[in-house]
Structures are given as structure tokens and as C-alpha cells.
């Protein structure tokens, strides 16, 4: 069996005039959870509509375990879709609803009973084998929806949103069954939603799509803490983005200058490095800033606290800067009796360290 499970190769998708996606090459491995990530018309859907054969491509190839089924009917393709509805038979028992796929593909009345309860017994339900839909809950039946995708173990599973229509508590208690049967499966699985928790929770690799087009694949890790582009950067997770001019380069970072004073931060991350007097945004995630009352000896900028909002086990602190412009700057730390002593108007001094920022070139 090929290391991939999946090989996509200039798959493109148009609708008259509207490129819905761009030529597109991406490779998911055998074992992997990959989730296609995006904001609304970004192309995650198309993407899988044509992974799963529900739409044709304009164009470009597509390989399941070597084999080329770009222009393949669904039922050729040796996967299984979970839906955001979980479409269930209504009139059918669950038993019978994971049965059906086995049914349909000739496996004897008694065997697939059998495998029917093992499927039951991955997601934890095998007591409601007897139940109809109507009986069980969103969470199971989400789980069966699963149970019954998962049953002939297809090559590739593929999830449309599935968890969209749960409450949170919910929604959270999925995510972590559903990586659990992963694990469990070995199976690989294409992941769509927009939710960017949820990707970054689950995922081995997130596929963050903007226009039609990837504009990065990586880890959680890689997207979060090395943003190639500014899109990516601004759409997953909280982020202060600052306006700053590079002044010199320091071991493999750089020294960069902005309304307030000179920092540092760690080297682009895309395109070409940038000479001094070049214009970049830094990058600083809310919990990598640290706020002090009194300047310190060490560089650091100025602010003013124009709010202060304990979440809980955070506490984010909203400050205005010159160098930030009118967007306010964001500190995040956990939840303390300190937490209450900020005040409105108070002049604080912020720090970071130069490996948790990033310069990104626009």
C-alpha cells in the first residue's frame, strides 16, 4: 500500500466565472487526521465534495491507495462520509443502520450483525442496538452516524462538519471520541470545519484554505507559533499584529524598530529574508506578552489599560498603544487575586521574548 492514502494533483473546481478552487496538490498519509480549515467560501467544502466524488473536477488528478479515481462514482472510491445531519435511516434500527453498507456490499445477515456490534462496541453504545433514531441523542447519534461509516473500513473517512449541530459541552466530549476511535482505527480522516479550536484540538495536520487556495499546511504547531502570511497569522487564534520597520538582524532574528522603541523578534518565516528599512508585522500571541508596572531595565514599550476581563481562568487585560494604531493590544495570563488590581487608564510596560514573536513580510 502507498505511504499516502490520498495524492491530489491540480484538482481544480470553477462554477461559470468563479474559481471555488484553485489548482490544488496535497498529500494525506495513511493513518492521518488532516482538517481542511477556512472561513466561508474558502474552498474546504469543494475540496471534499470532490474528494468524496460528489462533485466532478475541472481538471487535475486524485489517487486513493494509487489508484486514480478522479472521475470516479463515490461508491468506487473506498470511503465513508459522516454529514453534519448524520443521515440516518429513520424506519431502520441503529443495528440495521450500521448493518446497511455491509448489506449493500453482500456481507451475510450474520456477519454483519457481528460486525455491526463491534462498530457499537468502538463507539460505546452497543445497548441501544435496538433503538431507532428518534430514541437517541445528537451525541449518539453522531456516534452511530460514525459507527456506521466506520464499519467497512474504508481507506478514507471523510467528516462534514459533523460536529456542528452540538452544544458545546457536547461538541467538546465528541472531539475527544472521535480522536480516541482514531487512534483506535489507525484510519485516515479528512476533517472539515471552520472552528478554529476544534481543528487545532484535533488535527495531525491543518489544511488553512483562503480564495480557493492553501495558504499554509502544517501542524497546529506550525500555523500557530510560524504563520507564513498575514491571513494566517490574523485567523487562528488571538493575535497582536504591530507594524514595525527592520533595523538589523540579531543572530538568526531580527532587530526591528516601531513607535515606542526597538525589539526583537524571531526571523520571517516567508519570502525572503527582509533588509533594513523594510516594513514587517510582528506577531505576539496574547499569553506571550508580559505586562510590568514599573519600567524595567530591559527595552519595553508603554501602554495604557483601557479595560480589564477576568473570563475565568483568564484574565485578558485590552491596552492602547501609538504603535498598535486603533487596534487595541491584547494580554492574556491566568486568573489571580492580582488580576483584580489593573485599572483602567494605568500605564503598564510590555516585554516579550524575542523566540515568541514573529516578523512576518507583507
Known amino acids: 500500500m502507498p505511504s499516502s ?3 491530489i494533483s491540480g484538482l481544480c473546481k470553477r462554477y461559470g466565472d468563479v474559481t471555488a478552487l484553485a489548482p490544488t496538490d496535497l498529500e494525506v498519509a495513511n ?4 482538517t481542511l480549515l477556512g472561513p466561508s467560501g474558502s474552498g474546504k467544502t469543494t475540496l471534499l465534495s470532490l474528494i468524496a466524488g460528489l462533485s466532478q473536477p475541472d481538471g487535475g488528478t486524485m489517487l486513493i491507495n494509487g489508484l486514480d479515481v478522479t472521475y470516479g462514482a463515490p461508491y468506487e472510491r473506498d470511503i465513508g462520509m459522516v454529514f453534519q445531519n448524520y443521515a440516518l435511516f429513520p424506519h431502520m434500527t441503529v443495528e440495521d443502520n450500521i448493518a446497511f453498507p455491509l448489506k449493500m456490499r453482500g456481507v451475510k445477515p450474520g456477519q454483519a450483525r457481528q460486525q455491526a456490534q463491534e462498530a457499537l462496541e468502538m463507539v460505546r453504545l452497543p445497548h441501544v442496538a435496538q433503538r431507532f433514531p428518534k430514541e437517541l441523542s445528537g451525541g ?3 456516534r452511530i452516524a460514525l459507527a456506521r461509516c466506520m464499519v467497512y473500513r474504508p481507506a478514507i473517512i471523510l467528516m462534514d462538519e459533523p460536529l456542528g449541530a452540538l452544544d458545546k459541552k457536547l461538541r467538546d466530549h465528541m472531539q475527544m471520541e472521535i480522536k480516541r476511535i482514531h487512534r483506535e482505527l489507525g484510519t485516515t480522516i479528512v476533517y472539515v470545519t471552520h472552528d478554529q479550536e476544534e481543528a487545532m484540538t484535533m488535527s495531525d495536520r491543518i489544511c488553512l484554505m483562503n480564495g480557493g487556495r492553501i495558504e499554509q499546511l502544517g501542524t497546529p504547531a506550525d500555523l500557530y507559533f510560524r504563520p507564513r502570511t498575514l491571513f ?3 485567523f487562528l487564534g488571538e493575535s497582536n499584529l504591530f507594524e514595525a ?3 538589523g538582524t540579531t543572530g538568526d532574528g531580527l532587530s526591528l524598530a516601531l513607535d515606542g522603541g ?9 519570502g525572503t529574508a527582509p533588509a ?3 516594513k514587517v508585522r510582528v506577531l505576539v500571541r496574547p499569553q506571550n506578552l508580559g505586562v510590568k508596572r514599573v519600567e524595567p531595565d530591559a527595552p519595553a514599550l508603554s501602554a495604557q489599560v483601557l479595560d480589564v476581563m477576568i473570563t475565568g481562568s483568564l484574565t485578558k487585560l485590552y491596552l492602547k498603544a501609538p504603535f498598535a494604531g486603533e487596534t487595541p493590544i491584547t494580554v492574556a495570563f491566568p486568573t489571580s487575586q492580582q488580576s483584580t488590581r489593573y485599572r ?3 500605564t503598564l510596560w510590555l516585554q516579550w521574548q524575542a523566540a515568541d514573536a514573529v516578523a512576518i513580510v507583507e
Do not use: M, S, W
Open 245 to 247: 520597520t527592520v533595523a
Open 140 to 142: 449518539q447519534q453522531q
Open 344 to 346: 483602567v487608564d494605568e
Open 232 to 234: 494566517v497569522a490574523d
Open 262 to 270: 526597538r525589539v526583537q523578534a524571531g526571523a520571517a518565516v516567508h
Open 276 to 278: 533594513p528599512g523594510q
Open 31 to 34: 493513518g492521518e487526521f488532516l
Open 5 to 7: 492514502n490520498l495524492t
